[in-house]
């Protein structure tokens, strides 16, 4: 049973174009993730939702667009793709505990821009 | 801002321990974590330290943290070849908002 899935795993795609990259959780955490990784393996966070409202919005550009359609569901729209964006994009998922917090991450989405 | 350190790589011989070490800027972290990321794969958290404690060891791992130089270390006592992977440091620094900035990576590579 897959704790974090995403699809698709890999999505080749051309310059301007628009695609989505959708993320599920089945562990009932209550806060999702999505972070970027670039060739460097460099890692860092754009989007986090907790109980489908936006709470970390870090500096990306407006061609990014989260939606969580509930809280087991976080998706990655982004618009008018530029080579710039090919990456890996990891999803996650936590839930708040006293003694802290485990991210549980997905398989990642490579992303190509041509 | 927060920033998070790490050196870029590490060769280990196999059966001998690894230590692979961070440092950290934000002095209001609360929790500090160990992920590990095989190629191909997304990152798996291997363990965490709260900010108050100075040591935890877990099997063949032990961390350590020097709260007042920020710096945290991962030793893997006895490492095997399967320990290859990219090793992560990440620093969580404002609880509730759960919010975690990784560091650079750390890729072990084992000489057999």
């Known amino acids: 049973d897959t704790a974090v899935s995403q699809t698709p795993k890999y999505l080749v795609t051309q310059m301007g174009n628009d695609k989505s990259i959708k993320c599920e959780q089945n562990?009932?955490?209550?806060?999702m993730y999505w972070y970027k990784q670039d060739s460097k393996k460099f890692l860092k966070i754009m989007f986090s939702?907790?109980?489908?409202?936006?709470?970390i919005n870090e500096t990306v550009p407006n061609r990014f667009s989260p939606k969580s359609p509930d809280k087991a569901h976080l998706n990655l729209h982004i618009n008018s793709l530029e080579l710039g964006d090919s990456a890996v994009y990891f999803c996650?998922?936590?839930?708040?505990?006293?003694?802290?917090?485990?991210?549980?991450f997905g398989p990642g989405t490579r992303l190509t821009v041509t | 801002g927060e920033d998070v350190e790490q050196s870029l790589f590490l060769s280990v011989r196999e059966g001998d321990s690894s230590v692979i070490n961070c440092t950290y800027t934000?002095?209001?972290?609360?929790?500090l974590y160990w992920y590990k990321q095989e190629p191909g794969a997304g990152l798996q958290l291997l363990t965490y330290?709260?900010?108050?404690?100075d040591m935890k060891q877990d099997q063949r791992l032990t961390v350590l943290l020097n709260k007042k130089d920020k710096h945290l270390s991962l030793r893997i006592a006895d490492t095997q070849t399967g320990d290859s992977a990219i090793y992560f440091c990440?620093?969580?620094?404002?609880?509730?908002?759960?919010?975690?900035?990784f560091g650079t990576g750390t890729r072990l590579t084992i000489i057999p």
């Open positions: 934000d002095s209001s972290s609360t929790y």
């Open positions: 330290i709260f900010s108050n404690m």
């Open positions: 996650a998922s936590s839930q708040s505990r006293a003694d802290g917090y485990e991210q549980y």
């Open positions: 562990l009932g955490h209550d806060t």
């Open positions: 990440a620093e969580g620094s404002n609880f509730g908002n759960e919010k975690l900035t």
């Open positions: 939702y907790n109980n489908k409202e936006l709470i």
